[in-house]
């Protein structure tokens, strides 16, 4: 079974451009998260999706921030324009939302893609 | 900030030593997480310890959940270099399928 990807790996822009980040989950996963880490400190959650629809996006810096996802498969996050302090490492994660896909506990977990590092200039 | 807090923020040990850090929280929780991230890597589950629960034990992982302090550990047994990693743990609301993270704690195990 194929992972969480995210593409690009590593993204070096200069400050006002765009970029935008893709993160493909688990087949099947309908939740989906976006996180970001910046400079060591915390995994600070940015939005979570339920299938195509977006359950809560109140970590959202501002709206230079778009997060999409059609058809509730991958999603995308698009910067736009970036700015020095959107500079960090963006993680996507996804689980299932079925009781039955979970663990044994019935607890969800989540499964993380190795992340995309933004660097701004 | 609902999210957990571990501590220390690093941890350096030799080979074969115990390793343990510490998470603490402000909000109730469903369930709490704990998640390793290798240098370069996504974050990996490790183990769950639910609401109820005080201690669960995983191979070399041992759990401990204080919900009167709102506090959590981990202990991981005769380290590993493998083990050198960072660690972070998760807390998770009921119902929300909400998980906050902390800063982690950074563990260099030397061989």
């Known amino acids: 079974e194929a992972g969480v990807t995210q593409f690009p790996s590593h993204s070096v822009i200069e400050k006002g451009q765009t970029v935008t980040l893709r993160c493909d989950p688990i087949?099947?996963?309908?939740?989906l998260y976006w996180y970001r880490r910046v400079m060591g400190k915390e995994i600070k959650f940015l939005l979570h999706?339920?299938?195509?629809?977006?359950?809560?996006e109140s970590g959202m810096p501002n709206n230079r921030f778009l997060a999409e996802r059609t058809g509730g498969t991958y999603s995308t996050l698009k910067v736009q324009p970036a700015e020095l302090e959107d500079s960090g490492v963006y993680f996507c994660?996804?689980?299932?939302?079925?009781?039955?896909?979970?663990?044994?506990?019935?607890?969800?977990?989540?499964?993380f893609g190795a992340g995309s590092r933004l660097t701004v200039l | 900030s609902q999210q957990g807090e571990e501590d220390p923020q690093a941890l350096s040990i030799q080979e074969g030593e115990n390793a343990t850090m510490n998470c603490s929280y402000k909000?109730?929780?469903?369930?709490l997480q704990w998640y390793r991230q290798n240098s370069g890597r996504g974050l990996v589950h490790l183990i769950l310890?639910?609401?109820?629960?005080r201690e669960k034990h995983s191979g070399r992982l041992r759990v401990t959940l204080d919900t009167s302090k709102k506090s959590s550990s981990l202990l991981i047994t005769a380290s590993r270099a493998a083990d050198t990693a960072s660690y972070f743990c998760?807390?998770?609301?009921?119902?929300?399928?909400?998980?906050?993270f902390g800063s982690g704690t950074k563990l260099n195990v030397k061989p």
């Open positions: 994660a996804s689980s299932p939302l079925s009781l039955r896909d979970r663990d044994t506990s019935g607890a969800n977990v989540l499964t």
């Open positions: 909000t109730s929780i469903n369930n």
């Open positions: 998760a807390t998770v609301k009921y119902n929300f399928n909400k998980f906050y």
């Open positions: 999706f339920v299938k195509e629809s977006k359950q809560d």
């Open positions: 087949s099947g996963h309908d939740n």
């Open positions: 310890i639910r609401s109820n629960e």
